[in-house]
């Protein structure tokens, strides 16, 4: 079964700090993964996503997330954060063929100071 | 505007009570989900429709039920078999390029 774990339940940066969020998943052939960003209240929003190829992708808002297949991460990073990122980050695992769609991970909550 | 629609935003049912969440989609997508999401577990998958007249259920189906009688609209009903029904729901479409879109969520506290 597939499984996607966020070792960081929350995180705290400063302002204009970088930043890594952490993502680990379990999946038996190529996975799907995505990054997605929920402020509260909300909907979810995907900021980006990762089918094949490039293993660095970009996505909205300056992220950007490395896939590695030999350590099964999938990392979001951002080079200098900004006060409006402070939101609740989720990983998810999936493949094309799942009908099921995607198996989310628990969270990363992001405080952002000023 | 394209997108997911789902009310109401907040709802509030006393113990026994049915109660039903909608969400409507102009986008098009023949799959539609359901999840619950709960502080600390991420989102948990409740029931999701690939076509009309069909659905599955997803992890934590029991005490809930869906429809899907046109490709517009997937709704959730919450009965009273569901021992633990406060959370915050979350209904959405996947695209033809495998991602999900999803609605604002609707908070539903049983009093």
């Known amino acids: 079964a597939q499984s996607v774990t966020q070792p960081d339940i929350h995180i705290t940066v400063s302002e204009g700090a970088s930043l890594e969020l952490r993502c680990n998943y379990s999946?038996?052939?190529?996975?799907?993964l995505f990054w997605y960003v929920q402020s509260p209240g909300q909907g979810l929003q995907l900021l980006l996503k990762y089918f094949s190829g490039d293993t660095l992708v970009q996505g909205i808002k300056g992220f950007e997330a490395e896939f590695k297949r030999s350590q099964s991460s999938f990392n979001l990073r951002k080079p200098s954060v900004h006060w409006s990122d402070a939101a609740e980050y989720f990983c998810?695992?999936?493949?094309?063929?799942?009908?099921?769609?995607?198996?989310f991970g628990s969270g990363t909550q992001l405080t952002v100071l000023p | 505007d394209g997108g997911i629609t789902q009310s109401p935003k907040y709802l509030f049912r006393k113990e026994g009570q049915n109660v039903t969440l909608s969400c409507e989609q102009n986008l098009n997508h023949d799959a539609m989900y359901w999840y619950r999401q709960d502080p600390g577990q991420g989102l948990r998958l409740i029931y999701y429709s690939q076509i009309v007249n069909d659905f599955q259920k997803g992890d934590i189906a029991e005490g809930y039920s869906v429809s899907r009688e046109k490709k517009e609209s997937f709704p959730l009903t919450v009965t009273s078999a569901q021992k633990n029904p406060t959370a915050f729901y979350l209904c959405?479409?996947?695209?033809?390029?495998?991602?999900?879109?999803f609605g604002e969520g609707s908070r539903l506290t049983v009093l």
């Open positions: 999946y038996g052939a190529t996975p799907y």
């Open positions: 998810a695992v999936g493949s094309s063929g799942s009908a099921r769609q995607l198996t």
């Open positions: 959405a479409t996947k695209s033809h390029t495998g991602e999900l879109f």
